[in-house]
């Protein structure tokens, strides 16, 4: 079965760190490039960061560029997320979601640019 | 940065009627518009991809068109299970994928 399954969230302190996993299945995980989409309670989605299917290319988004950093195992088909210095804000579902394509070396994408895969998602609370 | 106004923010609509939804962004995006459907509890599920091409497997009741600033989804012949928020998504700042605010229906 085609599926992707996040864990790791938890209640952490600010200022706490937090690596999310995420574990892929029936697909050939290398080939696609995986990303990570927040939604704060009650709220919308937001893109946090994205990897090209070899891992060479990583991708952050504005807001928590320096304190995420985003790393695939492609061996093992699983994807990474690690959030350090957290914050309330980041008080967030964190879902992992895949695109229909991946980036070549130079940073260009290939295929439909859209996330056609996504987990159930691993919620993340910072909260002292 | 490309701005994204959703709209409405919600709307209620009877079994068997017509809702359309709006996304304007705040520069000329061409074709990469994509939305996507959310029901209480559960992840978001691909709809339309590149303003009007249908995920395989979504019905056919499901429909989007525009381009440049100006996109639409069209959910005709409604069923109960269309109870969902909505989301458009502007590909064109890729690797940035933005998402507009949402819009709930309730059916």
């Known amino acids: 079965e085609v599926q992707l399954l996040e864990s790791g969230g938890g209640l952490v302190q600010p200022g706490g760190s937090l690596r999310l996993s995420c574990a892929a299945s029936?697909?050939?995980?290398?080939?696609?490039?995986m990303n990570w989409v927040r939604q704060a309670p009650g709220k919308g989605l937001e893109w946090v960061s994205g990897?090209?299917?070899?891992?060479?290319?990583?991708y952050y988004a504005d807001s928590v560029k320096g304190r995420l950093t985003i790393s695939r195992d492609n061996s093992n088909n699983m994807l990474y997320l690690q959030i350090n210095n957290l914050r309330a804000e980041d008080t967030a579902l964190f879902y992992c979601?895949?695109?229909?394509?991946?980036?070549?070396?130079?940073?260009?994408?290939?295929?439909?640019?859209?996330?056609?895969?996504w987990g159930q998602g691993t919620m993340v609370t910072v909260s002292s | 940065d490309i701005q994204m106004t959703q709209s409405p923010s919600s709307l209620s609509a009877s079994v068997g009627g017509r809702v359309t939804i709006t996304c304007r962004t705040s520069?000329?995006?061409?074709?990469?518009l994509n939305w996507y459907q959310q029901k209480v509890g559960k992840a978001p599920k691909l709809l339309i991809y590149?303003?009007?091409i249908l995920q395989s497997g979504v019905p056919s009741r499901f429909s989007g068109s525009g381009s440049g600033t100006d996109f639409t989804l069209t959910i005709s012949g409604l069923q109960p299970e269309d109870s969902a928020t909505y989301y458009c998504?502007?590909?064109?700042?890729?690797?940035?994928?933005?998402f507009g605010g949402g819009t709930k229906v309730e059916i």
């Open positions: 979601a895949k695109k229909p394509g991946d980036y070549d070396s130079s940073g260009y994408y290939f295929g439909t640019d859209a996330f056609d895969l």
């Open positions: 029936g697909f050939t995980f290398s080939n696609y490039a």
């Open positions: 990897i090209s299917g070899s891992g060479g290319g990583t």
């Open positions: 520069q000329s995006i061409g074709k990469y």
């Open positions: 590149e303003v009007s």
């Open positions: 998504q502007q590909s064109f700042s890729t690797p940035h994928l933005i």
